[in-house]
């Protein structure tokens, strides 16, 4: 039970992570309305958060290896407050971006701090299910996002119009992450460190305090002495740890780690959650329909989270991915048909009856697939597949590449869709799935039921 409490604590960090990446998704409007930004400044406005969060991955593992994974959550719980204050107060473009670089600061330590800890605090057999939480609760964070914009906007009668205060509904959108992210620092006051990170530190006495909570006292010295015996020929971890002194080359782990994380943006799974109003209005839904989809497509991906948890330490975290990237290359490819057929009418690109719904449905189904596969678990591997000794530091490098890819991918959607449309759009997409269907096969190792202390250098 306390495992469980100390988990869904982490995973609250998750929760923010969904919720900040969602919330922008019903704010463009307002954006664009309050600092008259053009495509490219929206979709820098938009992806702003994702310097930060390039940055919070990279130095997050390093840090955490120093002070604590605890210590940085906390920090993380602090500038999520800040952030939510400051985007919904913003005035102009340049406040607006540093709130939101703030926020992605948050975010980014979440997102690799999160499974990592609950990772290194879950039993083995466990850890599977406990780490696909982390997936839930970020989807969880989406779909309240989602849900928080489209009430907000329905009471004020659009995003743009003023609700509380004489603020607009958009500002308020950023307001209501207050709640959690004041929860989530609260919450993180009353739960322990994490072993593994207690005993590389030298605090053997807490370390067993922690670890006799969570198994019985001769399993709990037991798991102790595996730790320090994995450690205790291992220097402090450092970046270079990550480089093979035999062949100068980099661990080929490292490159698997890259390659999970970049797949996981190439994809175009965050051109939903940030743009997916922007887009369904774009083929001739109204705001309120198109922010109602995104609801919709909330409880898709909570329900697939679901099936994750039940299916990840069952059949493995190699299979998923495999089933996941042939479902999204499949249902990519069937929107990819459904917006070439659009027409314009009256300057408005629009879908008929039947395409709409096929690609309502393709949609769903896309998402369906990347939450019961590379949605969890790519985090779950992330948080699993490296050695103790560069864990910290694995996890910044893939951590960095996944967000430096997602504002890649973010910042670029506007103007592909000015300039090769959702129908090229989409297929770049699709033709990435293709692709990460022969780098599971080839280059992913199964971890189901490793210890982590087990977890081998390549």
Known sequence: MLVLATCLVAAIGGFLFGFDSGVINGTVDGLQQAFGSDSVGT??????????????????????????????????????IVS??????????????????????????????????ISEIAPSHLRGRLATIQQVAIIGGLFCSFLNNYILADLAGGSTTPLWFGYEAWRC????????????????????????????????????????????????????????????????????????????KVLRIV???????????????????YYGAVLWQAVGFSESDALMINVISGAVSIAACLAAIILIDKIGRKPLLWVGSMGMAITLLQLVYAFSTATFVNGQLTLSDDQGVIALLAANAYVFFFNISWGPVMWVMLGEMFPNQVRGSGLAIAGLFQWISNFAITITF???????????????????????????????????GIELEDMAYE
């Not at 490159?255 to 959650?273: D, H, M, P, R």
Request: net charge positive.
């Open 43 to 80: 979709g820098f406005n938009v992806a702003s958060m994702l310097l930060g969060c390039a940055v919070g991955a990279f130095f997050a593992g390093r840090l955490a290896d120093r002070f604590g994974r605890r210590t940085l959550l906390r920090v993380a719980a602090v500038f999520f």
């Open 84 to 117: 939510a204050w400051g985007s919904g107060i913003a005035t102009g473009s340049i406040d607006f971006v540093i709130y939101r670089i703030l926020g992605g600061l948050a975010v980014g330590a979440a997102s690799v701090m999160s499974p990592a800890y």
């Open 173 to 248: 959108m950023f307001w209501m992450e207050l709640i959690p992210a004041s929860i989530f620092l609260i919450a993180l006051l009353f739960i322990p460190e994490s072993p593994r990170f207690l005993v590389s530190a030298g605090h053997h006495t807490k370390a067993h305090h922690v670890l006799n909570m969570i198994y019985n006292n001769p399993q709990a010295q037991e798991r102790q002495q595996q730790i320090h015996n994995s450690l205790s020929q291992q220097h402090r971890p450092q970046l270079r740890d990550l480089i093979n002194p035999q062949t100068g």
């Open 255 to 273: 490159w698997v780690g890259i390659g999970l994380a970049v797949f996981q943006q190439l994809v175009g799974i965050n051109v939903v959650f």
């Open 414 to 448: 506007p103007i592909m869709l000015a300039s090769i449309g959702l129908t090229g759009a989409y297929g770049f997409y699709a033709l990435c799935a293709l692709i990460s269907i022969i780098f599971v096969f080839k280059w992913v190792r199964e971890t189901n």
